[in-house]
Every structure is written in C-alpha cells, then in structure tokens.
Nanobody
Framework: QVQLVESGGGLVQAGGSLRLACAAS????????MGWFRQGPEKEREFVAV????????SYVRSVKGRFTISRDDAKNTLYLQMNNLKPDDTAVYYC?????????????????WGQGTQVTVSA
C-alpha cells in the first residue's frame, strides 16, 4: 500500500511561484508512475502533469506548459511540482497520485493511490 502526503500549498499573488512536494511511502517509488491533478471549486478533477518511471520525460496539460515543471527524486521518494507565473485560474486543491502501471496516464480513474491534497490559492 502506497501512502502519499502533499505539502507546499498556500496563498500567492498572481505571477508568483509555489513548489509542491509529495512524499511517498510504502511502495517502490522508483517503479511508480506519478501524476499531479487538481480540482477547482465546482470543477471536476483534472490532469496537470505526469512523469513515468520508464521514461523521465514528463507530460503536461496545455494550460500549464511552460509554467509548471514536474520532477521526481527517487532517492528521497518525493515528487515535486514547481509552479511559476501562477494565475487565478490555477486556484485548486492539488493532488498527487501514483500507479504501478507504466506509461503516460491522464485519467484520474487509472491511478491507484492518492494523497489528501493541498490547497493552492492565487489572488489577482
């Protein structure tokens, strides 16, 4: 059983930056596909970014390309999301998720493990 704990959320002004972290335990982190998702007020949970364990080449939703960077430190069992040039539309609860199946996956239902989420609020 994999446990995921996010941290790093907060309140930031538009144009600012935040770095989210997701600490994993209970599994072989280096063999997990890791993703970030978010859910804004009255919105469905949406894919943000994913990084697999077979290839470290990440994938992003179009709206965050060039602003967000997903990375992983397998030695520390930790996933990161560096968020720059934040916009009010980025306001959401951000979740990290993991799955043992390799490959890029953008659908929440395909992930087996989820963190509790961390709130990111971007003011105009």
């Amino acid at each position: 059983q994999v446990q995921l704990v996010e941290s790093g959320g907060g309140l930031v002004q538009a144009g600012g930056s935040l770095r989210l972290a997701c600490a994993a335990s209970g599994g072989t982190f280096s063999r997990l596909t890791m993703g970030w998702f978010r859910q804004g007020p009255e919105k469905e949970r949406e894919f943000v970014a994913v990084i697999t364990w077979i290839s470290s080449t990440p994938s992003y939703v179009r709206s965050v390309k060039g602003r967000f960077t997903i990375s992983r430190d397998d030695a520390k069992n930790t996933l990161y999301l560096q968020m720059n040039n934040l916009k009010p539309d980025d306001t959401a609860v951000y979740y990290c998720a993991a799955r043992r199946t390799p490959g890029v996956a953008t659908t929440p239902a395909t992930y087996e493990y989820w963190g509790q989420g961390t709130q990111v609020t971007v003011s105009a």
